[in-house]
């Protein structure tokens, strides 16, 4: 069953920017925020993240030492 959220104190300037952006994508603002908040649920937040990483790295046991981390970034730059 779906629900209604409604959010109260927007900022003029946010809703004018959210409104071009649905309007670009040819949607109402119900539609542009409805696809919006489904995409923003479907991903993890940061912190969920960042423990299920801690909890995957207390499981496996391993440690990657900084210098190899640095070592892969430097090795993708030109």
Same mark, same amino acid.
């Given at each position: 069953? $779906?629900? @209604?959220?409604?959010? &109260?104190? /927007?900022?003029?300037? /946010? #809703? +004018?920017?959210? %409104?071009? #952006? $649905?309007?670009? @994508?040819? @949607?109402?603002? @119900?539609?542009?925020?409805?696809?919006?908040?489904? #995409?923003? %649920?479907?991903?993890?937040?940061?912190?969920?993240?960042?423990? %299920?990483? &801690?909890?995957?790295?207390?499981?496996?046991?391993?440690?990657? !030492? !900084?210098?190899?981390?640095? #070592? $892969?970034? +430097? %090795? +993708? &730059?030109?």
């Amino acid at each position: 069953m $779906a629900v @209604q959220i409604t959010i &109260r104190g /927007v900022p003029e300037e /946010v #809703r +004018d920017e959210l %409104a071009m #952006r $649905a309007a670009l @994508q040819c @949607q109402s603002m @119900q539609e542009f925020l409805r696809c919006e908040l489904a #995409r923003l %649920a479907e991903r993890p937040s940061v912190g969920m993240w960042l423990q %299920a990483v &801690r909890n995957r790295k207390v499981g496996t046991k391993t440690r990657i !030492p !900084p210098s190899l981390i640095l #070592r $892969a970034r +430097d %090795a +993708d &730059r030109p």
